[in-house]
């Protein structure tokens, strides 16, 4: 087991800065998703990590020790792939069993770890088929028997689940966090699903063209968003993204836009520069935009222009001014069409970005 420290790390490829100066620590025995969409750079991280791949500039270490210039095989860590990587003409012992054998372990060691391994993962039963005879889910498993027999210090995965059908994908992704939990080895998750991140990490680092935008437990990315990316890349429906003026009234702070005015809280109001923030993007989540009248709401007036009945909760797109808002309330509500309405927003659940930096101005 190691805690991973990234140190300055750059990778470009040619023009390409896939990286651009990363800074990330890994506690031992933790599991960290790199999360971002397709491109940002979180492959290429990864691959930093385990020496598939050369820095440009930066480090990399395991624990105290300086791994920068180590070849993968001399670093201790195993990868899972999306394309599940194993060998179709072993079968399935085989494959979990090949690490060691490389290794030169003695065959009882070999056989007592497999199978420990393969009863872990459920796949027990399938030991003696071959990949081709195996369902996708198990393919996947027997990847990871065979990327943890080894006992890796540092295990990486670069988006494993993305192959699976959806029912699958969620039934993969609670056991393999509860596999880590159960090993307790590092483990560095590769995804562009926010679920997956959201569900699986204890950290989450959001990757946006090669930059690492916010380090921290889901909770804190999803309520306290750095800035407008983070909070639009994670939530769905996507927050509401709203341009206030900030203007003061009857002694309050107010930010108003047409058909809104919401009053700031008191905590809000105080992170509010009145020189320079006469302008701010209001963030609001759907689910913090209701249709009854609760403590700390301001109402919206609008009318209904869709809503999505999911059964279990219904998502109202509402027209206010030229806006579309989207509100997400639960339970199996009709809404009809081009009424008219108010809707409440929790004035606590507001976030406020600068409109220049989109940067969050309440953290
Ligand atoms: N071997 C390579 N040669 C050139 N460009 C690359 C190479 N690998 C990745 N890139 C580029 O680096 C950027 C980051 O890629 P990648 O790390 O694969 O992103 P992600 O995994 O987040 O989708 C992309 O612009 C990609 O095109
Ligand atoms: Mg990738």
């Given amino acids: 087991m190691a805690e991973v420290t990234i140190r300055g790390v750059k990778k470009h490829f040619g023009e390409v800065k896939a990286l651009d100066g ?11 998703v790199l999360l971002g969409p397709s491109g940002c750079g979180k492959t290429t991280l990864l691959r930093c990590m385990s020496g598939l791949e050369k820095v440009t500039e930066g480090k990399v270490l395991f624990g105290e020790k300086d791994v920068t210039g180590y070849a993968p095989k001399d670093r201790n860590v195993s990868m899972v792939f999306q394309s599940y990587a194993v060998w179709p003409h072993m079968k399935v012992y085989s494959n979990i069993a090949y690490p060691m054998k490389i290794k030169k372990f003695d065959k009882q060691e070999i056989e ?10 459920g ?6 088929r071959y990949p081709v005879q195996l369902s996708g889910g198990q393919r996947q498993r027997v990847a990871v028997a ?3 027999v080894l006992e890796p210090a540092v295990l990486m995965m670069d988006e494993p689940l993305s192959n699976l ?3 699958l994908r969620v039934l993969m992704r609670s ?3 509860k596999l880590q939990e159960r090993l307790g080895t590092t483990t560095v998750y590769v995804t562009h699903d926010q679920v997956e991140a959201m569900t699986m990490g204890d950290l989450i680092a ?15 990315i999803y309520h306290r968003p750095a800035n407008k990316f983070i909070a639009g890349f994670i939530g769905s429906p996507q927050m509401n993204f709203i341009n206030v003026e900030v203007k003061r009234k009857e002694g309050k702070m107010c930010l108003i836009a047409p058909g809104i005015e919401v009053e700031c809280t008191r905590e809000n109001e105080q992170k509010i520069d009145r020189g320079k923030h006469k302008r701010l993007i209001m963030g609001i989540r759907p689910e913090n935009i209701h249709h009854v009248a609760g403590r700390e709401a301001t109402p919206i007036e609008g009318k209904v222009y869709f809503t999505e009945r999911l059964g279990a909760e219904t998502i109202v797109h509402l027209k206010v001014g030229d806006m579309r808002i989207i509100s997400k309330i639960a339970g199996d509500e009709i809404f009809e069409e081009d009424k008219e ?4 927003v929790d004035t606590s659940r507001i976030r406020l970005f600068d409109p220049e930096s989109e940067r969050s101005i309440l953290d």
């Fill in 165 to 167: 059908d959806a029912l």
């Fill in 146 to 148: 065979r990327a943890i």
């Fill in 123 to 128: 796949i027990s039963e399938l030991l003696d």
């Fill in 22 to 32: 990363i800074d990330l620590k890994i506690e031992d025995g933790k599991f960290v």
């Fill in 175 to 177: 056991e393999l966090k």
């Fill in 112 to 121: 007592k770890r497999a199978l420990d391994t393969a009863k872990l993962l």
């Fill in 206 to 220: 959001v990757m946006k063209d090669g930059i690492i935008q916010q380090y921290g437990r889901p909770e804190d």
């Fill in 341 to 344: 309405m108010n809707m409440y």
